[in-house]
């Protein structure tokens, strides 16, 4: 019974949008891990999501917050931003790239919007939490599939060296995924294989 009225074709309707958003948040956060950005620095934008949560929350849901309030969100996004940009410093960070940041804050903003839509959305339904996470689910595993060429496609434009992000990209070699772990800490490598002896790597 609660399967059936989790897959409501209407309810499943209605809901579709916070799965796209949420299939966008995890390609995103995806797309910035491949191109390199470390995840000190991946948390350290992430916190943009608290401010965003604040200005999008009076044009979704129409709440208002008081000058005090924007004074401690400002403080508190302000000090984990700076904590995080502390830590991220050095090498990892500074081989990061600008379009690996973009997608980061891109993915917040995606989450931001996700949950406010949700919280909208579930203001006058009476089924459980679980019920709508299904719903929830079913709408992100759908739109996920829809966004892998389009992850693939971004990863075989010019200049972009994570041309592996393409689910249809020759892998040569039987060493590709024996050498998963050197690709990561060689980003601009990864789509290679590699001597497993040696970890030398092999053009493609």
């Not at 965003?52 to 709440?63: A, E, N, P, Q």
């Not at 006058?124 to 689910?137: A, C, G, Q, S």
């Not at 041309?163 to 039987?174: H, L, Q, Y």
Request: proline residues 5%.
């Amino acid at each position: 019974e609660g399967l059936q009225r989790a897959w409501t074709p209407r309810k499943v309707l209605k809901f579709s949008a916070c799965g796209l958003f949420q299939a966008i948040t995890q390609t995103l956060m995806s797309m910035a891990f491949a191109l390199g950005t470390s995840s000190s620095l991946v948390v350290a934008l992430g916190k943009v999501y608290i401010p965003l949560v604040t200005i999008f929350s009076r044009c979704i849901l129409g709440k208002f917050f008081s000058w005090l309030e924007w004074f401690a969100l400002i403080i508190l996004t302000a000090a984990s931003v700076c904590f995080g940009l502390l830590d991220s410093m050095g090498k990892a960070s500074a081989d990061s790239p600008v379009i690996g940041m973009i997608c980061v804050v891109g993915s917040a903003t995606s989450s931001c919007l996700m949950s406010l839509l949700m919280e909208r959305l579930t203001r006058n339904e009476t089924d459980p939490f679980i019920i709508h996470k299904v719903r929830l689910d079913a709408g992100s595993i759908f739109f996920s599939l829809l966004l892998l060429p389009v992850m693939g496609f971004m990863g075989t434009l010019p200049g972009n060296s994570r041309t592996d992000m393409a689910f249809w990209t020759k892998r040569p070699g039987p060493d590709y995924w024996g050498c998963y772990n050197l690709a990561v800490s060689e980003p601009h490598n990864a789509a290679r294989g590699c001597d497993q002896v040696t970890g030398v790597f092999t053009p493609n």
